[in-house]
């Protein structure tokens, strides 16, 4: 691994910064011994494997791990998508209550999530207008009168540098991918989660859009003290916007900490190895471990 | 919505059978307006009269005559009056009796006529010559002697009173009426049934009380198989293991055998069309519900449905907006298969004798069932059943024209 040490042992000049209070915030979400098994009798499939994991508010974590070792199942259940088959999940330091519709709804409130393909992420059939009423009747808004709903939409559209006015009665295809995943953050600002579970938001749009949608989760974080859950394979990007870093193989997570202590001195081999395959352009780059 | 449908109109399959169909809706919408009256009245006596125009023969009498000297008058009249089965038997009389037939051509029919004036006898007996034969031979032998014979016909009144007959006109061959002044002329383009009744018109209305029992069973089974689908798909679970215990019970049994066993314990007095619709669409849910449930298993999991329940939305709120409309053009297709197979479920229990009741309303089952009770397919009548074998093919040809139709707009894979 000599050949792929860190070059530097901390983050580059324009980084985001981590707040040094963060990890003596309380927690925001934790959970204990977390499993998910798919299938019943000889057909088990084990996607995430008794993980333990604590993120506290106002903190930007990344999950990092290869397509296929959990990330997406893990951020499911974290959503309340998927159930658990064993394990306990806090939500702000109590156990969370998912069994009825109701408490559903309530923790939706509290949890909101990007997802990675824009394209298919909105119903195709449901106008933008109809997007963004519904998270304004989530919050509570439902009784407003029209014109301040059409002020809240307008301020959530701006907040993504789209213009309300030339969205108003189009579909969502209608947009570009970039556009779209503005909208979905749109959303977000609108409901004004506890956390954020971005899984992968950029990893379907081109490099001028991504720094777009990273300058925008961090705005929102800034703003509203929200908890970024942010779940990539692109280990730099995690290295340069997170505050914790999750490194997560075959279902479980083989090693956690701060960015810096992740990235500049890595002990699991899965570590050295998805830093290894960042793809270098000034560097020889081995292909033998991809 | 509206691309949708423009791009459905672009597709030539759905158009060509969407336009048969529409003709065929057209036709059952037109018809009865130009030609009102019961379908099941009997307005002949006898059984299966051909198709063609029907004059009254009292009222040409009546009416009154011009003359005309038509040049082949006299040659029509002999064609007309044998048959080709006349022909034919005329033949065998020929070579039965040692009459050289060699070189006769059975269309010449004065050559015919000729020979057979020349040696036709009614004493002679040729051996192994039936009774019944022996007679015909001579009804036709007079039928020949009076066509080419006579040249006037008398018509005869007779008085009550006294019960003496008297002339009242004399008919001569070159007497002539125009149809126009005949009081009474019916045109049966497709004849009548065994029952003497107006076979077109019966298969107009037969063909809607058909469309009707299709439609109403293609809606019963489509919207049974969507509902069981859609909540068997979503939920999942135990809701899932009930309902597909239940469809694959009813996938094991031959959907037919159970309509022909429902039907059976039906009474006929209770058969209506609609209960035969009712029952044939309450049988045929089975694969609408597999595969709605096996498209909604693949939905249920996409993104725009997390974000839906993510914002909030309830259940039926998920299935009618999230689910639903990504799934309606398969629920179409669907719609349109169990319309077709309603409508040959409903020709197939009728040709066994258990479609709706025979007394209410035409179906084309029921045609085919009365064609078949009276050996129309065996006499030669095929007025009777040979359009309704067409116009079921033509209904199911559209209707599966559509659907690949649709297919291909739905499925860019199968587009050409």
Same mark, same amino acid.
């Given at each position: 691994?000599?050949?792929?040490?860190?070059?530097?042992?901390?983050?580059?000049?324009?980084?985001?910064?981590?707040?040094?209070?963060?990890?003596?915030?309380?927690?925001?979400?934790?959970?204990?011994?977390?499993?998910?098994?798919?299938?019943?009798?000889?057909?088990?499939?084990?996607?995430?494997?008794?993980?333990?994991?604590?993120?506290? &508010?106002?903190?930007?974590?990344?999950?990092?791990?290869?397509?296929?070792?959990?990330?997406?199942?893990?951020?499911?259940?974290?959503?309340?998508?998927?159930?658990?088959?064993?394990? &306990?999940?806090?939500?702000?330091?109590?156990?969370?209550?998912?069994?009825?519709?109701?408490?559903?709804? &309530?923790?939706?409130?509290?949890?909101?999530?990007?997802?990675?393909?824009?394209?298919?992420?909105?119903?195709?059939?449901?106008?933008?207008?109809?997007?963004?009423?519904?998270?304004?009747?989530?919050?509570?808004?439902?009784?407003?009168?029209?014109?301040?709903?059409?002020?809240?939409?307008?301020?959530?559209?701006?907040?993504?540098?789209?213009?309300?006015?030339?969205?108003?009665?189009?579909?969502?295809?209608?947009?570009?991918?970039?556009?779209?995943?503005?909208?979905?953050?749109?959303?977000?600002?609108?409901?004004?989660?506890?956390?954020?579970?971005?899984?992968?938001?950029?990893?379907?749009?081109?490099?001028?859009?991504?720094?777009?949608?990273?300058?925008?989760?961090?705005?929102?974080?800034?703003?509203?003290?929200?908890?970024?859950?942010?779940?990539?394979?692109?280990?730099?990007?995690?290295?340069?916007?997170?505050?914790?870093?999750?490194?997560?193989?075959?279902?479980?997570?083989?090693?956690?900490?701060?960015?810096?202590?992740?990235?500049?001195?890595?002990?699991?081999?899965?570590?050295?190895?998805?830093?290894?395959?960042?793809?270098?352009?000034?560097?020889?780059?081995?292909?033998?471990?991809? | 919505?509206?691309?949708?449908?423009?791009?459905?109109?672009?597709?030539?399959?759905?158009?060509?059978?969407?336009?048969?169909?529409?003709?065929?809706?057209?036709?059952?919408?037109?018809?009865?307006?130009?030609?009102?009256?019961?379908?099941?009245?009997?307005?002949?006596?006898?059984?299966?009269?051909?198709?063609?125009?029907?004059?009254?023969?009292?009222?040409?009498?009546?009416?009154?005559?011009?003359?005309?000297?038509?040049?082949?008058?006299?040659?029509?009249?002999?064609?007309?009056?044998?048959?080709?089965?006349?022909?034919?038997?005329?033949?065998?009389?020929?070579?039965?009796?040692?009459?050289?037939?060699?070189?006769?051509?059975?269309?010449?029919?004065?050559?015919?006529?000729?020979?057979?004036?020349?040696?036709?006898?009614?004493?002679?007996?040729?051996?192994?010559?039936?009774?019944?034969?022996?007679?015909?031979?001579?009804?036709?032998?007079?039928?020949?002697?009076?066509?080419?014979?006579?040249?006037?016909?008398?018509?005869?009144?007779?008085?009550?009173?006294?019960?003496?007959?008297?002339?009242?006109?004399?008919?001569?061959?070159?007497?002539?009426?125009?149809?126009?002044?005949?009081?009474?002329?019916?045109?049966?383009?497709?004849?009548?049934?065994?029952?003497?009744?107006?076979?077109?018109?019966?298969?107009?209305?037969?063909?809607?009380?058909?469309?009707?029992?299709?439609?109403?069973?293609?809606?019963?089974?489509?919207?049974?198989?969507?509902?069981?689908?859609?909540?068997?798909?979503?939920?999942?679970?135990?809701?899932?293991?009930?309902?597909?215990?239940?469809?694959?019970?009813?996938?094991?049994?031959?959907?037919?055998?159970?309509?022909?066993?429902?039907?059976?314990?039906?009474?006929?007095?209770?058969?209506?069309?609609?209960?035969?619709?009712?029952?044939?669409?309450?049988?045929?849910?089975?694969?609408?519900?597999?595969?709605?449930?096996?498209?909604?298993?693949?939905?249920?999991?996409?993104?725009?449905?997390?974000?839906?329940?993510?914002?909030?939305?309830?259940?039926?709120?998920?299935?009618?907006?999230?689910?639903?409309?990504?799934?309606?053009?398969?629920?179409?297709?669907?719609?349109?298969?169990?319309?077709?197979?309603?409508?040959?479920?409903?020709?197939?229990?009728?040709?066994?004798?258990?479609?709706?009741?025979?007394?209410?309303?035409?179906?084309?089952?029921?045609?085919?069932?009365?064609?078949?009770?009276?050996?129309?397919?065996?006499?030669?009548?095929?007025?009777?059943?040979?359009?309704?074998?067409?116009?079921?093919?033509?209904?199911?040809?559209?209707?599966?024209?559509?659907?690949?139709?649709?297919?291909?707009?739905?499925?860019?894979?199968?587009?050409?």
């Amino acid at each position: 691994m000599t050949m792929h040490e860190p070059q530097s042992q901390s983050r580059a000049a324009g980084a985001p910064q981590t707040p040094a209070d963060v990890h003596s915030r309380p927690l925001c979400l934790s959970g204990k011994g977390v499993t998910k098994v798919f299938g019943v009798g000889g057909k088990q499939t084990l996607a995430v494997d008794h993980v333990d994991f604590a993120f506290h &508010e106002g903190e930007l974590v990344s999950i990092v791990g290869e397509s296929g070792s959990g990330k997406t199942t893990l951020a499911k259940m974290l959503l309340g998508l998927l159930s658990v088959t064993e394990g &306990e999940i806090s939500f702000q330091g109590k156990p969370r209550d998912i069994r009825t519709r109701r408490a559903k709804k &309530e923790y939706w409130k509290g949890i909101q999530a990007i997802f990675q393909d824009p394209f298919s992420s909105f119903n195709v059939f449901n106008k933008i207008d109809t997007v963004l009423l519904d998270c304004i009747h989530m919050t509570g808004g439902r009784r407003l009168p029209y014109a301040e709903k059409t002020r809240l939409m307008e301020e959530a559209c701006s907040f993504v540098n789209l213009k309300f006015a030339e969205l108003t009665n189009k579909y969502p295809f209608e947009l570009s991918g970039g556009q779209m995943q503005r909208l979905m953050i749109a959303r977000v600002f609108l409901l004004k989660p506890k956390i954020l579970l971005a899984d992968e938001p950029t990893s379907m749009i081109d490099a001028c859009s991504r720094a777009t949608i990273l300058d925008m989760l961090l705005q929102l974080r800034d703003e509203i003290g929200m908890t970024i859950l942010f779940i990539t394979h692109d280990i730099g990007l995690a290295y340069y916007i997170s505050d914790s870093v999750y490194i997560m193989e075959h279902g479980r997570f083989v090693e956690h900490g701060t960015a810096d202590e992740v990235i500049c001195a890595p002990k699991a081999a899965y570590t050295k190895r998805l830093i290894g395959d960042v793809p270098k352009i000034y560097e020889p780059w081995d292909l033998s471990t991809v | 919505m509206k691309n949708t449908i423009r791009q459905v109109f672009h597709s030539p399959k759905f158009v060509v059978g969407f336009c048969i169909f529409m003709a065929i809706l057209l036709t059952l919408f037109i018809y009865p307006l130009l030609n009102p009256g019961n379908p099941l009245q009997m307005i002949g006596l006898g059984t299966f009269a051909r198709p063609g125009t029907y004059v009254s023969v009292y009222d040409g009498v009546t009416s009154p005559f011009s003359t005309f000297k038509l040049p082949q008058a006299d040659a029509n009249r002999l064609d007309s009056l044998l048959t080709t089965e006349d022909r034919v038997n005329m033949v065998n009389w020929f070579s039965l009796n040692g009459v050289d037939v060699a070189g006769l051509d059975i269309t010449d029919t004065q050559a015919m006529i000729a020979l057979w004036k020349q040696h036709f006898d009614p004493a002679i007996r040729p051996q192994g010559m039936t009774k019944a034969m022996r007679n015909y031979y001579i009804r036709l032998n007079t039928s020949i002697l009076g066509a080419s014979s006579a040249d006037a016909l008398v018509v005869s009144e007779t008085d009550e009173a006294t019960g003496e007959a008297s002339e009242k006109s004399k008919i001569t061959k070159t007497d002539y009426v125009n149809v126009a002044d005949v009081a009474n002329v019916v045109t049966l383009p497709l004849g009548t049934d065994n029952f003497g009744r107006d076979t077109l018109k019966q298969l107009v209305a037969a063909c809607g009380v058909s469309i009707l029992i299709g439609l109403i069973a293609g809606a019963v089974a489509t919207a049974l198989g969507l509902l069981l689908g859609l909540l068997a798909g979503y939920l999942g679970g135990l809701v899932d293991d009930i309902i597909m215990f239940f469809t694959n019970i009813f996938t094991v049994i031959p959907s037919f055998v159970l309509l022909i066993l429902i039907n059976y314990s039906i009474s006929q007095d209770q058969r209506g069309a609609g209960t035969v619709a009712l029952v044939i669409g309450l049988t045929s849910w089975v694969w609408t519900t597999r595969s709605v449930r096996s498209q909604v298993l693949s939905l249920r999991g996409r993104d725009h449905v997390n974000l839906s329940r993510l914002s909030g939305h309830s259940l039926p709120r998920i299935i009618l907006t999230d689910i639903l409309p990504y799934i309606a053009s398969y629920v179409v297709m669907a719609f349109i298969l169990q319309v077709s197979s309603g409508i040959l479920a409903e020709a197939q229990l009728s040709l066994l004798g258990l479609g709706p009741k025979t007394t209410e309303v035409p179906t084309l089952g029921l045609m085919m069932n009365w064609a078949m009770l009276y050996s129309a397919h065996l006499n030669g009548s095929w007025w009777a059943y040979f359009p309704v074998i067409l116009v079921i093919a033509l209904i199911s040809f559209s209707l599966n024209l559509m659907n690949t139709g649709l297919d291909q707009v739905f499925n860019p894979t199968l587009r050409d």
